[in-house]
């Protein structure tokens, strides 16, 4: 049996397949004492985390014995890969297990943001009665959505945007120009800048890597047509907060949901307030009952697998 130590929320029934093969130190809260986490590691050859536990140079050297690290999600940034690599440790992340979630926030989304739902339901609680306005804003069928990262979450949004009745594009630096064919219908993948002039709503599925810090900045918001909402459930760095704010607050953008934040927890969104058209929430957009029980089934399969339980 192998020792594995976890160290953020991981489902009960994902737990009991890890505790039927391996000895598991559960503590969802470890991550927040990392003195406490140090320690609990000196034995340990398999660690699953989420995205709070930093697993650093630091952490490293007080695991001697670590073998695999299970990563609760998708995003790799907690996650120092070549310090892991260097020791010979495999990192697991639960890819595609929460695409369907995230897709579904980002459809929903663009269709609240194109019907003003979020400034409706404040003028309402006012006790205004906003019709007449509100008339004027647009059917969400048959735009267009333009979709930056076209990997495995991509896809599943191009599918449910698709069956929604919408045109969907793609950008991804990593795939040649063309075309992607799914399940009956093309998506033509253009350059960021074409894509961004086409586009009704745009959403982001991108890593956070040194190329993709700030890319949606000022200029790159300036591209967006006018009138277009911004979808961010990828990485915060990706946009430029601030920039993003003018952009929304001058009336160049028609909305956007935000999901993931420069900083989080994010305590301080000040450069927000009083923008209409606007949904924060968070990083919650791949996190629902379901998505939590995929992934954390697919990573106690995975760690059990590595270990050959």
């Known amino acids: 049996m192998s020792s594995i130590l976890i ?4 489902t009960s029934q994902a737990l009991e397949t890890l505790r039927s093969k391996h000895v598991v130190v559960y503590e969802s809260e470890l991550y ?15 660690l699953i985390v989420r995205n709070l536990t930093q697993v650093n140079e630091e ?39 929460n695409a369907e979630s995230v897709a579904e926030y980002v459809v929903g989304a663009a269709v609240a943001l194109t019907r003003g739902f979020i400034p409706a339901t404040v003028s309402t609680l006012k006790g205004e009665w906003p019709r007449p306005r509100f008339s ?29 009745g919408l045109h969907c594009l793609a950008y991804d630096p990593m795939l040649p120009a063309g075309s992607i064919e799914l399940d009956g219908f093309s998506v033509p993948l253009l350059s960021l800048s074409d894509l961004l002039g086409k586009s009704d709503a745009v959403t982001l599925h991108l890593p956070f890597l040194p190329e993709t810090k700030n890319l949606f900045n000022a200029a790159t918001l300036g591209q967006m047509k006018n009138g277009a909402c911004l979808i961010n ?3 915060g760095g990706i946009v430029d907060e601030r920039a993003l704010a003018e952009h929304l607050r001058s009336g160049r953008l028609g909305g956007a949901a935000i999901d993931v934040f420069e900083s989080e927890p994010a305590k301080d969104l000040s450069h927000f307030s009083g923008i ?13 009952h379901e998505s939590n029980e995929r992934v954390s089934q697919m990573i106690a399969d995975e760690v ?6």
Do not use: W
Request: aromatic letters at 6%; glycine letters at 12%.
């Open 276 to 288: 209409e058209n606007l949904i924060l929430t968070p990083h919650v957009a791949g996190v629902t």
């Open 304 to 309: 059990n697998r590595f270990f050959g339980a």
């Open 7 to 10: 160290s953020e929320f991981i």
């Open 59 to 97: 952490i490293l050297a007080g695991a001697p014995n670590l073998k695999v690290v299970g990563r609760l999600g998708v995003g790799l940034e907690n996650i120092e890969l070549p310090a892991c690599a260097k020791r010979n440790i495999k990192v697991i992340p639960a890819t595609g297990a």
């Open 233 to 235: 459930t990828a990485r």
């Open 32 to 46: 927040k004492d990392r003195p406490a986490l140090i320690a609990a590691l000196q034995n340990i050859e398999g």
């Open 136 to 164: 004027t804003y647009h059917e969400f069928l048959g735009k267009t959505i333009g979709i930056i990262g076209f990997g495995s979450i991509g896809r599943v949004v191009a599918k449910k945007a698709n069956a929604f």
